[in-house]
């Protein structure tokens, strides 16, 4: 359960919910336990049209309602 991307470009919020695999040390949490007191760096990729900008929020799997994490903003890539 990677978690759900959030973008909101021209005033409409679009939802990421589908994580790319890649499969390289570091990328990714495929099947790692992950528990309240542990800590991962990864990397998790998502695939996302190259015209989109925006606000980037990302909902961490399994997180509570309302807990987003701002990633910053994106700039399309025409």
Do not use: C
Not at 5 to 16: A, Q, S, W
Not at 44 to 64: A, D, L, Q, T
Not at 67 to 73: A, S, T, V
Request: glycine share 12%; hydrophobic share 30%; net charge positive.
């Amino acid at each position: 359960m990677e978690g759900v991307l959030y973008i909101n470009y021209n005033g409409k919020e679009y939802k990421f919910d589908h994580a790319e695999p890649v499969m390289l040390d570091g990328w990714g949490i495929m099947l790692d336990q992950i528990n309240p007191l542990t800590s991962k760096t990864t990397y998790i990729v998502y695939k996302i049209p190259k015209e989109i900008s925006g606000s980037v929020y990302y909902k961490p799997g399994r997180s509570g309602k309302g807990h987003l994490i701002y990633l910053g903003n994106i700039t399309s890539r025409n």
